[in-house]
């Protein structure tokens, strides 16, 4: 696997590989890896000859009583762990190369429409965080196609918006969520989890399976989603959200079938986990 810390020499090597006529996915990272983001390059592999992976903690994302400064930052083990997943590039950029002109003369991408609820209303600026540093890393490496996790599931409906708004050819791709034994969803902010906590924390993804039930079996939404916030609450969550939505994002009606996806945002201690569980309404 090549690393690469400089704009100059990523676009030579993509260059190369484009002039040869392979196509290049991209996975984009925060880093401090784990099995979840692995099956994403995997993934990549299936979409594309060559799987470029950035790592890149992006100050923009993070709110100013956020863990930015503690985010943990691995980058000698993601490189190895790249490596073994079979990534050909790891793309390392300082913030300097992220932002030439410095964070706070950034030019900034909005997205409308889907970015003002749920994380968006609890983490304001959060997604235009996201839409600029992803625009970003589109323009650097031009990839043919990028992977992106669904647990994030507000996350890849904006990249989807600003994709097809500002006309990026990319495909898109939703990768299914990573869990571990107990149904937990891997993030790397598992780690800050105490053991106690970590014993509790599988109880989100049991409650997005009652939300789904409750759901099918014809209870009122609001309902549902507010005993699943109790639940969590009685539990020592704090949550943020725990609502039924359309794969818009929308309030679905009660009678209408169709897709649907139950999301959940709560705190655990001082860390805050995000899941969430696709289904069918027949």
């Known amino acids: 696997m090549i690393t690469v810390t400089m704009l100059d020499a990523l676009r030579a090597q993509v260059r190369g590989w484009r002039q040869s006529g392979q196509r290049i996915a991209l996975v984009p990272t925060m880093g401090n890896l784990h099995a979840g983001h692995y099956s994403l390059i995997a ?10 992976a950035s790592v890149f903690v992006n100050p ?12 943990p930052r691995t980058p000698e083990a993601d490189a190895a762990g790249l490596d073994e997943a079979g990534c050909d590039l790891l793309w390392l950029p300082s913030v300097d190369t992220m932002y030439p ?12 429409g889907v970015t003002e ?3 968006g209303a609890h983490r304001p600026g959060h997604f235009d965080g996201v839409a600029t540093v992803v625009a970003r890393l589109f323009n650097q490496v031009l990839p043919d196609a990028a ?11 904006v990249i989807r918006h600003m994709v097809r708004d500002l006309a990026f050819p990319i495909d898109i791709v939703g990768a299914d969520i990573k869990r571990e034994p107990d149904g937990l969803a891997m993030s790397s902010r598992n780690q800050y989890l105490s053991e106690a906590e970590r014993a509790l924390a599988p109880l989100i993804h049991q409650t997005l ?13 609001i309902e549902v989603e507010r005993d699943a ?4 609450a009685e539990a020592g969550f704090m949550p943020d959200y725990a609502v039924v939505r359309t794969p ?10 169709g897709p649907r996806v139950a999301l959940v945002a709560a705190r655990l201690g001082s860390t805050r986990l995000i899941d969430n569980l696709e289904f069918v309404l027949d």
């Open 209 to 221: 399976q009652v939300m789904r039930d409750g759901v099918r079996a014809g209870r009122p939404r």
């Open 248 to 257: 818009e994002l929308a309030e679905p009606k009660d009678a209408v079938p």
């Open 43 to 52: 993934l990549a592999r299936q979409h594309a000859d060559r799987v470029v």
């Open 229 to 232: 916030s109790v639940v969590l």
């Open 147 to 157: 992977i992106f996790g669904r647990k994030d599931y507000q996350q890849l409906a």
């Open 60 to 71: 923009t994302q993070f709110g100013p009583n956020e863990d930015f400064e503690r985010y």
């Open 117 to 119: 609820t749920l994380d």
């Open 101 to 112: 002109l410095g964070v706070s003369a950034a030019v900034t991408v909005s997205v409308p």
